[in-house]
Protein backbone atom coordinates (compact mmCIF):
# COMPACT_ATOMS: atom_id res chain seq x y z
CA UNK A 1 0.00 0.00 0.00
CA UNK A 2 0.71 3.63 -0.36
CA UNK A 3 1.11 5.58 2.80
CA UNK A 4 0.73 9.19 2.43
CA UNK A 5 1.45 12.28 5.14
CA UNK A 6 -1.73 14.65 4.71
CA UNK A 7 -0.71 16.27 8.18
CA UNK A 8 1.35 19.20 8.89
CA UNK A 9 3.92 17.83 11.16
CA UNK A 10 6.20 15.29 10.05
CA UNK A 11 4.79 12.26 10.50
CA UNK A 12 7.47 9.12 12.25
CA UNK A 13 5.27 6.20 12.90
CA UNK A 14 1.03 4.74 12.57
CA UNK A 15 -0.52 1.53 12.94
CA UNK A 16 -1.54 -0.50 9.94
CA UNK A 17 -4.84 -2.36 10.49
CA UNK A 18 -5.89 -4.98 7.18
CA UNK A 19 -7.65 -8.32 6.30
CA UNK A 20 -10.35 -9.63 4.13
CA UNK A 21 -14.14 -8.66 5.04
CA UNK A 22 -15.27 -11.36 7.25
CA UNK A 23 -12.51 -12.64 8.37
CA UNK A 24 -9.10 -11.98 11.28
CA UNK A 25 -7.74 -8.24 11.22
CA UNK A 26 -4.24 -8.03 11.32
CA UNK A 27 -1.70 -5.15 12.61
CA UNK A 28 1.68 -3.78 11.38
CA UNK A 29 3.21 -1.12 13.04
CA UNK A 30 5.03 1.45 10.61
CA UNK A 31 7.57 3.92 11.25
CA UNK A 32 9.86 6.40 8.89
CA UNK A 33 10.33 9.73 8.52
CA UNK A 34 7.51 11.66 6.23
CA UNK A 35 7.77 14.90 5.85
CA UNK A 36 3.84 16.80 4.99
CA UNK A 37 2.89 15.22 1.23
CA UNK A 38 5.10 12.78 1.01
CA UNK A 39 4.33 8.90 0.26
CA UNK A 40 5.77 5.45 1.46
CA UNK A 41 5.05 2.28 -0.30
CA UNK A 42 4.77 -0.45 2.61
CA UNK A 43 4.47 -4.04 1.62
CA UNK A 44 2.51 -6.06 4.16
CA UNK A 45 2.81 -9.25 5.00
CA UNK A 46 0.57 -12.38 3.10
CA UNK A 47 -2.82 -13.54 4.29
CA UNK A 48 -4.87 -16.32 3.18
CA UNK A 49 -7.88 -15.54 0.59
CA UNK A 50 -10.68 -17.75 -0.28
CA UNK A 51 -12.12 -18.77 -3.50
CA UNK A 52 -14.76 -16.26 -4.89
CA UNK A 53 -15.21 -12.70 -3.87
CA UNK A 54 -12.73 -11.48 -1.49
CA UNK A 55 -13.08 -7.43 -0.28
CA UNK A 56 -9.59 -6.08 0.81
CA UNK A 57 -9.70 -3.45 3.88
CA UNK A 58 -6.89 -1.46 4.86
CA UNK A 59 -7.20 1.51 7.32
CA UNK A 60 -4.48 3.60 9.09
CA UNK A 61 -4.45 4.79 12.51
CA UNK A 62 -2.42 6.67 15.05
CA UNK A 63 0.00 8.56 13.57
CA UNK A 64 2.70 9.62 16.12
CA UNK A 65 1.06 7.94 18.51
CA UNK A 66 -1.82 10.29 18.31
CA UNK A 67 -5.24 10.57 17.15
CA UNK A 68 -5.81 11.06 13.90
CA UNK A 69 -7.67 14.70 13.53
CA UNK A 70 -8.84 13.83 9.55
CA UNK A 71 -10.10 10.29 9.89
CA UNK A 72 -12.68 10.18 6.46
CA UNK A 73 -9.27 9.03 4.64
CA UNK A 74 -7.97 6.56 6.56
CA UNK A 75 -9.48 3.69 4.84
CA UNK A 76 -9.39 1.82 1.59
CA UNK A 77 -11.21 -1.36 0.16
CA UNK A 78 -10.06 -3.53 -3.05
CA UNK A 79 -12.39 -5.95 -4.41
CA UNK A 80 -11.55 -9.12 -6.22
CA UNK A 81 -12.26 -12.43 -7.34
CA UNK A 82 -9.86 -15.50 -6.46
CA UNK A 83 -9.82 -18.55 -8.23
CA UNK A 84 -8.22 -21.34 -5.56
CA UNK A 85 -7.25 -23.95 -6.74
CA UNK A 86 -7.35 -22.45 -10.45
CA UNK A 87 -7.04 -23.82 -14.43
CA UNK A 88 -6.86 -21.27 -17.49
CA UNK A 89 -9.75 -21.21 -20.31
CA UNK A 90 -9.24 -19.87 -23.20
CA UNK A 91 -11.44 -17.54 -25.07
CA UNK A 92 -10.34 -17.80 -28.99
CA UNK A 93 -12.45 -15.07 -31.09
CA UNK A 94 -12.17 -14.49 -34.47
CA UNK A 95 -13.74 -11.32 -35.65
CA UNK A 96 -15.87 -10.25 -38.27
CA UNK A 97 -15.18 -6.74 -40.60
CA UNK A 98 -17.24 -5.02 -38.12
CA UNK A 99 -15.08 -5.20 -34.79
CA UNK A 100 -16.57 -2.16 -33.25
CA UNK A 101 -19.70 -3.53 -32.54
CA UNK A 102 -18.65 -6.29 -30.27
CA UNK A 103 -18.56 -6.35 -26.73
CA UNK A 104 -18.46 -9.70 -24.13
CA UNK A 105 -18.53 -10.20 -20.79
CA UNK A 106 -17.52 -12.99 -18.05
CA UNK A 107 -19.61 -13.48 -15.56
CA UNK A 108 -19.74 -15.96 -12.53
CA UNK A 109 -22.68 -17.88 -10.95
CA UNK A 110 -23.44 -15.16 -8.48
CA UNK A 111 -23.40 -12.19 -11.03
CA UNK A 112 -19.89 -10.80 -10.63
CA UNK A 113 -18.33 -9.91 -13.50
CA UNK A 114 -15.03 -10.90 -13.77
CA UNK A 115 -13.58 -10.25 -17.36
CA UNK A 116 -14.77 -7.93 -20.08
CA UNK A 117 -13.50 -7.40 -24.04
CA UNK A 118 -14.13 -5.40 -27.09
CA UNK A 119 -15.24 -3.51 -28.86
CA UNK A 120 -12.76 -3.83 -31.27
CA UNK A 121 -11.07 -2.20 -34.39
CA UNK A 122 -12.68 -2.37 -37.72
CA UNK A 123 -11.94 -3.83 -40.89
CA UNK A 124 -10.09 -6.57 -39.88
CA UNK A 125 -12.12 -9.72 -40.39
CA UNK A 126 -9.94 -12.94 -39.35
CA UNK A 127 -8.28 -11.20 -36.83
CA UNK A 128 -8.30 -13.52 -33.96
CA UNK A 129 -8.42 -12.29 -30.14
CA UNK A 130 -7.27 -14.41 -27.54
CA UNK A 131 -7.49 -14.26 -24.09
CA UNK A 132 -6.75 -16.47 -20.86
CA UNK A 133 -9.33 -17.11 -18.04
CA UNK A 134 -7.93 -17.67 -14.71
CA UNK A 135 -11.22 -20.14 -12.83
CA UNK A 136 -11.82 -22.42 -10.71
CA UNK A 137 -13.99 -25.09 -10.19
CA UNK A 138 -18.09 -23.60 -10.54
CA UNK A 139 -20.04 -22.33 -13.00
CA UNK A 140 -19.68 -19.34 -15.95
CA UNK A 141 -21.86 -17.36 -17.91
CA UNK A 142 -20.03 -15.93 -21.43
CA UNK A 143 -22.27 -13.37 -22.71
CA UNK A 144 -21.31 -11.53 -26.58
CA UNK A 145 -22.98 -8.69 -27.80
CA UNK A 146 -23.34 -7.30 -31.46
CA UNK A 147 -24.70 -3.16 -31.44
CA UNK A 148 -25.68 -3.80 -34.95
CA UNK A 149 -27.69 -7.18 -34.63
CA UNK A 150 -25.79 -9.39 -37.21
CA UNK A 151 -23.50 -11.45 -35.38
CA UNK A 152 -19.72 -12.07 -36.07
CA UNK A 153 -21.17 -13.01 -40.04
CA UNK A 154 -22.22 -13.07 -42.48
CA UNK A 155 -22.27 -10.23 -44.95
CA UNK A 156 -19.37 -8.39 -43.00
CA UNK A 157 -17.02 -11.77 -42.24
CA UNK A 158 -17.08 -14.65 -41.18
CA UNK A 159 -15.92 -14.95 -37.28
CA UNK A 160 -16.61 -17.19 -34.28
CA UNK A 161 -15.22 -18.46 -31.53
CA UNK A 162 -14.69 -21.26 -28.85
CA UNK A 163 -13.62 -21.25 -25.20
CA UNK A 164 -11.61 -24.39 -23.99
CA UNK A 165 -9.48 -25.09 -21.66
CA UNK A 166 -5.25 -25.95 -21.95
CA UNK A 167 -6.29 -29.70 -22.78
CA UNK A 168 -9.02 -28.95 -25.80
CA UNK A 169 -11.55 -29.61 -23.61
CA UNK A 170 -14.22 -27.17 -25.54
CA UNK A 171 -17.17 -25.55 -23.33
CA UNK A 172 -18.62 -23.49 -25.83
CA UNK A 173 -18.31 -23.05 -29.65
CA UNK A 174 -20.07 -20.44 -31.84
CA UNK A 175 -19.78 -20.16 -35.68
CA UNK A 176 -21.11 -16.71 -35.23
CA UNK A 177 -24.56 -16.47 -36.37
CA UNK A 178 -26.33 -15.20 -33.26
CA UNK A 179 -27.94 -12.58 -34.23
CA UNK A 180 -27.80 -8.97 -31.19
CA UNK A 181 -26.96 -11.81 -28.80
CA UNK A 182 -25.72 -15.26 -27.31
CA UNK A 183 -24.89 -16.50 -23.92
CA UNK A 184 -23.34 -19.74 -23.31
CA UNK A 185 -23.13 -21.49 -19.67
CA UNK A 186 -20.47 -23.80 -18.56
CA UNK A 187 -19.08 -25.44 -15.79
CA UNK A 188 -15.76 -26.48 -14.07
CA UNK A 189 -15.60 -29.68 -11.61
CA UNK A 190 -12.17 -31.10 -12.25
CA UNK A 191 -9.63 -28.10 -11.30
CA UNK A 192 -7.17 -29.04 -9.24
CA UNK A 193 -3.62 -28.12 -7.70
CA UNK A 194 -0.75 -30.87 -7.95
CA UNK A 195 0.36 -31.60 -4.93
CA UNK A 196 3.97 -31.85 -4.11
CA UNK A 197 5.40 -35.36 -3.32
CA UNK A 198 4.52 -36.30 0.31
CA UNK A 199 1.97 -33.68 0.92
CA UNK A 200 -1.11 -36.00 0.86
CA UNK A 201 0.75 -37.82 3.75
CA UNK A 202 0.66 -35.15 6.36
CA UNK A 203 -3.31 -35.46 7.62
CA UNK A 204 -4.58 -33.36 10.05
CA UNK A 205 -7.75 -33.51 12.12
CA UNK A 206 -10.43 -32.47 13.34
CA UNK A 207 -10.26 -29.36 10.65
CA UNK A 208 -11.37 -27.00 11.35
CA UNK A 209 -10.36 -26.86 14.64
CA UNK A 210 -11.67 -25.52 17.68
CA UNK A 211 -8.34 -25.36 19.37
CA UNK A 212 -6.86 -28.61 19.85
CA UNK A 213 -5.82 -30.83 16.51
CA UNK A 214 -3.61 -33.76 15.96
CA UNK A 215 -1.16 -34.37 13.17
CA UNK A 216 -1.30 -37.74 11.71
CA UNK A 217 2.36 -38.89 11.28
CA UNK A 218 2.20 -42.43 10.01
CA UNK A 219 2.69 -42.30 6.60
CA UNK A 220 5.67 -39.73 6.75
CA UNK A 221 9.04 -40.87 5.58
CA UNK A 222 11.25 -40.53 8.93
CA UNK A 223 9.58 -37.05 10.47
CA UNK A 224 12.09 -34.70 12.15
CA UNK A 225 11.23 -31.71 12.82
CA UNK A 226 7.80 -29.51 13.02
CA UNK A 227 7.29 -26.16 13.17
CA UNK A 228 3.61 -24.21 13.19
CA UNK A 229 2.55 -20.89 11.90
CA UNK A 230 0.03 -18.22 11.47
CA UNK A 231 -0.80 -16.66 8.31
CA UNK A 232 1.73 -13.94 8.63
CA UNK A 233 4.44 -16.36 9.09
CA UNK A 234 5.05 -16.15 13.07
CA UNK A 235 5.95 -18.89 14.56
CA UNK A 236 3.69 -20.43 17.10
CA UNK A 237 5.82 -23.52 18.30
CA UNK A 238 8.69 -25.73 16.91
CA UNK A 239 10.37 -28.61 17.80
CA UNK A 240 11.39 -32.15 17.38
CA UNK A 241 9.26 -35.41 16.50
CA UNK A 242 11.17 -38.09 18.11
CA UNK A 243 11.88 -41.40 15.96
CA UNK A 244 8.43 -43.81 15.92
CA UNK A 245 6.32 -41.09 16.31
CA UNK A 246 3.07 -41.48 14.73
CA UNK A 247 0.56 -38.90 16.10
CA UNK A 248 1.05 -35.10 17.64
CA UNK A 249 -1.27 -33.16 19.40
CA UNK A 250 -1.02 -29.14 19.25
CA UNK A 251 -2.71 -26.83 20.95
CA UNK A 252 -3.08 -23.29 19.90
CA UNK A 253 -4.47 -21.96 23.23
CA UNK A 254 -5.59 -18.23 23.01
CA UNK A 255 -4.19 -18.16 19.46
CA UNK A 256 -6.82 -15.83 17.10
CA UNK A 257 -9.14 -17.73 14.47
CA UNK A 258 -7.63 -17.64 11.60
CA UNK A 259 -5.32 -20.21 9.08
CA UNK A 260 -2.57 -21.67 10.46
CA UNK A 261 0.22 -24.06 8.68
CA UNK A 262 1.92 -26.88 10.54
CA UNK A 263 5.07 -28.18 8.28
CA UNK A 264 6.71 -31.27 9.25
CA UNK A 265 10.22 -32.22 7.79
CA UNK A 266 10.65 -35.60 6.69
CA UNK A 267 13.80 -37.64 5.10
CA UNK A 268 12.74 -36.70 1.30
CA UNK A 269 11.62 -33.19 2.07
CA UNK A 270 9.04 -31.53 3.50
CA UNK A 271 4.93 -31.80 3.90
CA UNK A 272 2.54 -28.70 4.47
CA UNK A 273 -0.75 -28.86 5.54
CA UNK A 274 -3.16 -25.95 6.64
CA UNK A 275 -5.23 -25.77 9.50
CA UNK A 276 -8.61 -23.75 10.01
CA UNK A 277 -8.86 -22.36 13.37
CA UNK A 278 -12.71 -21.23 14.45
CA UNK A 279 -13.62 -20.93 17.72
CA UNK A 280 -17.36 -21.01 17.06
CA UNK A 281 -17.51 -24.95 16.56
Known sequence: ITLKNNGT????????TYGMDGGPAYLEEWSGNLLPGQTANVSLPAIPVLAGENVLS??????????????????????????????????ILTLDNYGSDITWHLDSEIGTTLHTGGP?????????????FCLTNGCYTFTIND????????DAGEGRYVIRDMQGTEYAVNDGRFGESN??????TGVSVAEQEHAQALNVF?????????VDLSRMDVPSHYVLTNALGRVIVYGTIPTGTTKK?????????????????????????????????
Open 206 to 214: PNPSDGTFT
Open 183 to 188: TDDFCL
Open 249 to 281: TFELGNEAPGLYLITVRHARGRAVQRVVLDRAQ
Open 9 to 16: VIMTSATI
Open 120 to 132: YADFQGGTVDSVA
Open 147 to 154: AFGDGLCC
Open 58 to 91: VGSSAPNGSEDQSPLNDTWTFTFTASVPAAIINL
